[in-house]
Each structure stands twice: as structure tokens, then as C-alpha cells.
């Protein structure tokens, strides 16, 4: 999962955890890879998935490293060449030695 907005990596990696607009649905429980421009910067698990309505944009706002609604769907705008992603998704980072990647459980932590 890229991550390219510094105002949400900022957030992501000084709370831990991050609301972010994507188009694709990602499964609660799924491990992902998270990349700042084409750089590695942490596992996350992937927590709720909801679409991109106005009333969860209010709700999820304050896990997104953005200080208002217009200011995050401004960002994803420029991000998706002038569109809103469908989905909003809540990522956890996860220590390394909870990683699929650092254990012996397997995945390919994406």
C-alpha cells in the first residue's frame, strides 16, 4: 500500500494508525506493506473498510493526519487525478516481531 501524502505518513507513523481513501476494497485482516515513495515503512493490518460517504469521512477524518474533511478529500483528489477513492480504509501498524514477514507463520505480508 503506498502511502505518498506526508501529511498521513506523519500521522501513520506517529499514532500508529491510519484512515486512508483507496479504491480497493481491502479485507479486514489482511496484511499490508505500507511504501512511502517506493521506500518500505512498516507492516499494517488492515482494520475496518467503509465506503466514502460524508457522514464516515466526519467519523474516520481524525485518523487521516488531515485537520478537515475538504482538506483530506483535496489531498486524494490530487492523489486519484481528480477523483475520490470509493473506500475508506483503517490500517494498524504492526510491531516487527508480530510481522508475517519476521515470523515463522508464513504470508507474504501483502
Not at 34 to 62: E, F, K, S, W
Not at 103 to 110: A, I, L, T
Request: aromatic share 10%; net charge positive; charged share 20%.
Amino acid at each position: 500500500m503506498r502511502v505518498e501524502s506526508v501529511a498521513a505518513l506523519r500521522h501513520l507513523v506517529r499514532h500508529g494508525y491510519l484512515a486512508t481513501m483507496r479504491d480497493y476494497p481491502y479485507k479486514p485482516g489482511r496484511y499490508v506493506r505500507v511504501y512511502h515513495r517506493g521506500r518500505y515503512v512498516c507492516t499494517a493490518i488492515v482494520g475496518d473498510v467503509m465506503p466514502v460517504t460524508r457522514q464516515n469521512l466526519g467519523y474516520a477524518v481524525g485518523a487521516s493526519g488531515f485537520s478537515s474533511v475538504e482538506q483530506w478529500l483535496e489531498e486524494a483528489r490530487r492523489l486519484n487525478r481528480g477523483r475520490v477513492p470509493r473506500y475508506i480504509v483503517f490500517i494498524t501498524m504492526v510491531p516487527k516481531s508480530l510481522s508475517p514477514e519476521f515470523s515463522n507463520m508464513g504470508g507474504d505480508g501483502g
